[in-house]
């Protein structure tokens, strides 16, 4: 049987000996995904990143492993991780255990002290880019395989796939699934590091991700600009293009976007989980720094979560054309470009979303102006399927054994498309996705930070998850229970 206290201090004597040293280096590199640094083949800071995480796994004391770093074409690298079945597990069954390395930009207003590429460790949280989103994965899933096999413990053939496009769509990762399908085989476990949590104090699986839409929206109306004296009030402004057509995809007011395509029914379990997580977790607005005097879109707890998980929301995440404020001549511009991204409900269709977006926002330009919508990208949502009956008590184990609470489940509203794709190929397996990044973490934002006690508790937890999936989890199939 698993000695969960031998595998306790394994996990505290790893991170504290040896992976919080490897994330000080890894935080140290700019390995900015490939749709923030077009050169990132010739800069080569992903290839470090690759190369410092499979280095790192390549020395773990784990029976039969192998590291290989699997490229393609014009593709961003995979780490590719194969463990074979140990201690009893099955050998014909598969877990999938998933995380990335490549990063968000560096982003404004880091506080003094702090930087993204500078790896900062106060108490129990270590800042800087990508510690927590999503560089500790692939320490903490190897520490859990070492760990499950040190303490007596079993676990199927494990497949540790870590990519580096994760932040750009998953742009790469398709193919490179494609290319490993025969090693991927059809898995009934698989295990994502890259979600988040709505505390510290218990274990939390994500039950649902958002998909996306992200493009660029552009209004052009002169070739060239002009003086704003001269030219306002014959000139329609590019701007002001810009917020008629806004206006037929959101409601200013409300905030809620008004296409018919991006909203689905929400799930009545969903809307039950909601209503449990209200009360067992801080207000989703607890987590932001709001300034003085303002307030979230709504007070009310349940709307609040269901708005960031159920709901399709609009981001003006990036503009062009316009100059910072103090170099702002009186001019009235050519053409103003908005980066947008809508993030979609679960189970919503983000093909058919695109195309709704991309008609509303394109079909009668206003002034006859030159108004395109480009560089889109999609990315699938998800939606668990129920937990069988040995996950939902090896998660309420887990929880009691790393944190002294039972588990809670919720929905997030960031977007993983791995997910949405191994939920789409394999319908029948059972997912554990979930994370570190609590309340204030910040991850994408200034002042990331991944709290350390709670990866240290989440590497015992895989641990026990990987050794009851062992054991209980072909029992488990064999009789097709599921949890209500």
Not at 211 to 222: E, K, N, Q, S
Not at 311 to 340: M, Q
Not at 347 to 374: K, M, N, Q
Request: include cysteine; aromatic fraction near 6%; charged fraction near 20%.
């Amino acid at each position: 049987m698993l000695d969960i206290a031998a595998v306790k201090d394994h996990a505290a004597t790893t991170w504290a000996d040896e992976i919080i040293p490897a994330l000080h280096d890894y935080i140290t590199i700019p390995a900015l995904s490939p749709a923030f640094d077009e050169e990132w083949s010739a800069h080569g800071h992903l290839a470090a990143a690759v190369e410092l995480v499979a280095g790192w796994c390549r020395h773990r004391l784990i029976e039969g492993l192998s590291v290989e770093i699997a490229e393609l074409p014009g593709r961003t690298p995979l780490i590719v991780m194969e463990v074979p079945a140990f201690g009893g597990g099955p050998r014909d069954d598969t877990v999938v255990l998933y995380g990335h390395v490549d990063k968000q930009p560096e982003m404004t207003g880091w506080r003094t002290g702090l930087g993204p590429w500078s790896p900062v460790r106060e108490g129990d949280r270590l800042y800087g880019r990508g510690g927590a989103d999503d560089g500790y994965a692939a320490y903490a899933s190897l520490a859990a395989i070492e760990a499950t096999q040190r303490a007596g413990g079993r676990h199927a053939r494990c497949l540790v796939l870590i990519e580096a496009s994760e932040e750009s769509g998953s742009s790469d990762l398709p193919a490179h699934l494609e290319a490993l399908a025969g090693r991927i085989g059809t898995p009934s476990l698989v295990l994502c590091l890259d979600s988040g949590c709505l505390d510290n104090d218990r274990l939390w699986a994500t039950t649902s991700l958002r998909g996306m839409v992200a493009g660029t929206l552009a209004v052009d109306i002169l070739e060239e600009g002009v003086h704003s004296g001269v030219a306002s009030g014959v000139v329609p402004s590019s701007f002001r293009i810009l917020r008629q057509l806004l206006d037929r995809v959101e409601d200013a007011g409300s905030g809620r976007v008004l296409l018919p395509e991006l909203h689905v029914e929400i799930p009545a379990d969903r809307q039950r989980e909601a209503e449990q997580t209200a009360t067992a977790a801080p207000s989703p607005a607890a987590g932001f720094r709001f300034v003085d005097g303002a307030a979230p879109v709504d007070d009310r707890v349940v709307e609040q979560i269901l708005g960031h998980t159920w709901r399709p929301t609009l981001s003006v995440i990036g503009a062009d054309g316009l100059p910072p404020t103090a170099r702002a001549g009186n001019v009235l511009r050519p053409g103003t470009a908005l980066k947008l991204s809508f993030r979609l409900p679960p189970t919503c269709d983000p093909l058919a979303a695109e195309a709704a977006i991309t008609a509303a926002l394109t079909r009668d330009p206003p002034y006859g102006s030159r108004v395109t919508f480009t560089h889109r990208d999609v990315g699938l949502g998800w939606n668990a399927p129920p937990f069988a009956p040995w996950l939902d008590a090896a998660l309420e184990a887990a929880s009691q054994a790393g944190w002294g609470r039972s588990y809670r489940a919720f929905g997030e509203g960031g977007t993983i498309p791995f997910m949405g794709m191994l939920g789409a190929r394999f319908p029948a397996a059972q997912f554990v996705v979930t994370g570190v990044l609590g309340p204030g973490s910040n991850a994408h934002g200034p002042n990331e930070y991944l709290h350390l006690p709670s990866a240290e508790r989440m590497t015992t937890a895989l641990s026990m998850i990987l050794d009851s999936h062992a054991r209980e989890g072909r029992r488990d199939a064999t009789d097709g229970g599921v949890r209500p």
